[in-house]
Nanobody, 114 residues
Framework: QVRLVESGGGLVQPGGSLRLSCTTS????????MAWYRQAPGKEREWVAT???????TYSGSVKGRFTISRDNAKNTVYLQMNSLNPEDTAVYYC????????WGRGTQVTVSS
């Protein structure tokens, strides 16, 4: 059974930082492209960042320079370091694993507010 479990969300003030984690099981993690998506209230889910098995990273324009995606293959975990957060970053953040299958976590809420 494949499981992706996100953690690390919460309430943070504008300008603050958070680090999200997504721990996986049931997949050969180091073979998978791992990504983060987010969905703000009333909006469609949007792609945030991707990291390949070879550690190549790509980012959406709205987060480039502020967010960093990384992975630890020994821990089957992908991370999203988020800095300089602003209210527009408020969303549920989802972890995605894609290779032979396409798997999603249940999400973790990030709220940026003063």
């Amino acid at each position: 059974q494949v499981r992706l479990v996100e953690s690390g969300g919460g309430l943070v003030q504008p300008g603050g930082s958070l680090r999200l984690s997504c721990t996986t099981s049931g997949i050969t993690f180091n073979f998978y492209n791992m990504a983060w998506y987010r969905q703000a209230p009333g909006k469609e889910r949007e792609w945030v960042a991707t990291i390949t098995p070879g550690d190549t990273t790509t980012y959406s324009g709205s987060v480039k320079g502020r967010f960093t995606i990384s992975r630890d293959n020994a821990k089957n975990t992908v991370y999203l370091q988020m800095n300089s957060l602003n209210p527009e970053d408020t969303a549920v953040y989802y972890c995605n694993a894609r290779k032979a299958g396409n798997y999603w976590g249940r999400g973790t809420q990030v709220t940026v507010s003063s």
